[in-house]
């Protein structure tokens, strides 16, 4: 099984990024994905979810930002990040998991991507 995130870098306070984890080893359809993060010094934190169904959930200081989506066919999970600011500077992970509640808060999550630096500069 492998996930692997990609579309990590370097941009400008304001600007946009569109993060993608491509799923490897499992039936992608099946399972919960989610974004989380960790800035240098602080814990990892809980960014946005989609459920099978495709249903969304967001933590509040991203929401109306960022947007998580996927891709079934592709096996494919994407967070289009706009209006970045130097806070949303971390190490950003996609996780799946066939329980939404267990993903939801990261706690005995089935698999973690190796995580993808995103860095906004001001």
């Known amino acids: 099984v492998q996930l692997q995130a990609s579309g990590g870098g370097l941009v400008l306070a304001g600007g946009s990024r569109t993060l993608t984890c491509s799923a490897s080893g499992i039936t992608f359809s099946n399972y919960e994905m989610a974004w989380f993060r960790q800035a240098p010094g602080k814990e990892r934190e809980f960014v946005a979810i989609?459920?099978?169904?495709?249903?969304?959930a967001y933590a509040d200081l991203v929401k109306g930002r960022f947007a998580i989506s996927r891709d079934n066919t592709k096996n494919s999970l994407y967070l289009q990040m706009d209006s970045l600011e130097p806070g949303d500077t971390a190490v950003y992970y996609c996780?799946?998991?066939?329980?939404?509640?267990?993903?939801?808060?990261?706690?005995?999550?089935?698999?973690w991507g190796p995580g993808t630096q995103v860095t906004v500069s001001s």
């Open positions: 989609i459920s099978q169904s495709g249903s969304t």
């Open positions: 996780a799946a998991d066939r329980n939404l509640g267990q993903l939801r808060y990261g706690m005995r999550v089935d698999y």
